[in-house]
């Protein structure tokens, strides 16, 4: 898969088979969709395409929206290139290209740029500024440059939406394994290893604790995960805590990840950790020694998860 920062990167003398949308979470309903375009692309000896944008519009154009994502670019650039897409544009939004009309959008980028043959969209998709055309109006569009339009179904429309809203809902409520059967794969965050205050291998449990650079990555509620990462090429599994540690008086969030096969410095790696199931609430102990019984059975249930995995 080709990745471009920009519109003004990509040109192909090949045709395109173009959708476009902020695809959070690549998820199965999303995954519809990219079927369409990469079956259509194939019959049509064209390329697929797909434009996306970053910042997300909401950040743009709503400037109080306070929208958590599902994927960071470049854990979405890497669903996507697993999916199979040929060309994957990410357009820097801002307030100039919302400026734009619906025609300058099609014949100037469409057209123009992405030498168009097909573009597969939703039904109720609206474009140019203020978002004022229509699906009728791309058709239109379509007969007069010479592009054929698909129409995505409403009820597939609304899959893809809610499944979004119900996979953030979700996390944020902790139930991952919901999460997950939308997602079609377990839900993930990339972090670099940093140094906490080593409270966990004093009472024998060493956390690795994960740091996410981009503060609009939705992280899950707080409470003890069964998890699993690679270091260095070899699986290893884990559990994690995302929360404050109140046992200790924490007051910041914290996500700190004990590994259970595996004992050597992590500081300064970049991870990705896959969420799979919750085990319980955080919670406040009385003592470091109730603390750490817990931890012994949470490890035994996150031991047994895997086991049964296999």
Known sequence: MKIFSSIQEFHSESKTVVTLGTFDGVHLGHRSILEKVITSSKTLH???????????????????SDIKLLNTIDEKSYLLKEFGIDNLII?????????????????????????????????????????TATIEDL??????????????SAQEIDD??????????????????????????????????VKGNQLGRTIGFPTA????????????????YIVSSEIDGVPVNGMMNIGIRP??????????VNFLNFDGDLYGKKLRIAIHEKIREEQKFPSLDALKEQLALDKQTASAYFANQQ
């Open 139 to 152: 058709i239109r569009f379509g007969q007069e440059y010479g592009f054929e339009v698909e129409q995505i």
């Open 91 to 131: 357009h820097p939004f801002d307030q100039t290209f919302s400026r734009l009309t619906a025609e300058e959008f099609v014949k100037n980028i469409l057209v123009d740029k992405f030498n168009i043959g097909k573009i597969i969209i939703g039904y109720d998709h609206r474009f140019g500024r203020n978002r």
């Open 160 to 193: 893809v939406s809610i499944s979004s809203t119900k996979i953030r809902n979700a996390l944020d409520e902790g139930n991952v394994a919901l999460a997950n059967s939308y997602l079609g794969y377990d839900y993930f965050f990339t972090g670099t290893v």
């Open 46 to 64: 064209a390329e697929s395409l797909l434009l996306t944008f970053f910042p997300h519009p909401r950040m743009v154009l709503q400037q109080d």
């Open 209 to 224: 604790n994960m740091q996410i650079a981009e503060e609009y990555k939705l992280i899950p509620k707080r409470g003890v």
């Open 247 to 256: 046992t200790v008086d924490g007051e910041n969030l914290t996500i700190e």
